[in-house]
Nanobody
Framework: QVQLVESGGGLVQAGGSLRLSCAAS????????MGWFRQAPGKEREFVAA????????NYAGSVKGRFTIDRDNAKHTMYLQMNGHKPEDTAVYYC?????????????????WGQGTQVTVSS
């Protein structure tokens, strides 16, 4: 079992930055691939970024590539999402998730564990 808790969301102006954190508990966390997803009102949950168990591989959605950076510190059982150059369309609830496989997957249905989400609101 892995428990995930997101933090760091809030209100930010367009062009600004936020850093999300995802704190994980559970002995097997460091062996899981991890991902960030987001869901805006009235829309489906969408993939944002994923990172391999050791941080050696990453994958990004086209809409955030070059603006967002995913990272993890297994010693601290924490994953991060550095978000720069915010756009109003980044407004959503952001979720972290853990995947017991080693493949970086973009389908939310493939992930096994989820946090409760943190709201990010970008004002124009």
């Amino acid at each position: 079992q892995v428990q995930l808790v997101e933090s760091g969301g809030g209100l930010v102006q367009a062009g600004g930055s936020l850093r999300l954190s995802c704190a994980a508990s559970g002995r097997t966390y460091s062996t899981y691939a991890m991902g960030w997803f987001r869901q805006a009102p009235g829309k489906e949950r969408e993939f944002v970024a994923a990172i391999s168990w050791n941080g050696g591989s990453t994958n990004y959605a086209g809409s955030v590539k070059g603006r967002f950076t995913i990272d993890r510190d297994n010693a601290k059982h924490t994953m991060y999402l550095q978000m720069n150059g915010h756009k109003p369309e980044d407004t959503a609830v952001y979720y972290c998730a853990a995947d017991r496989t080693v493949i970086l997957r973009t389908n939310p249905d493939a992930y096994d564990y989820w946090g409760q989400g943190t709201q990010v609101t970008v004002s124009s």
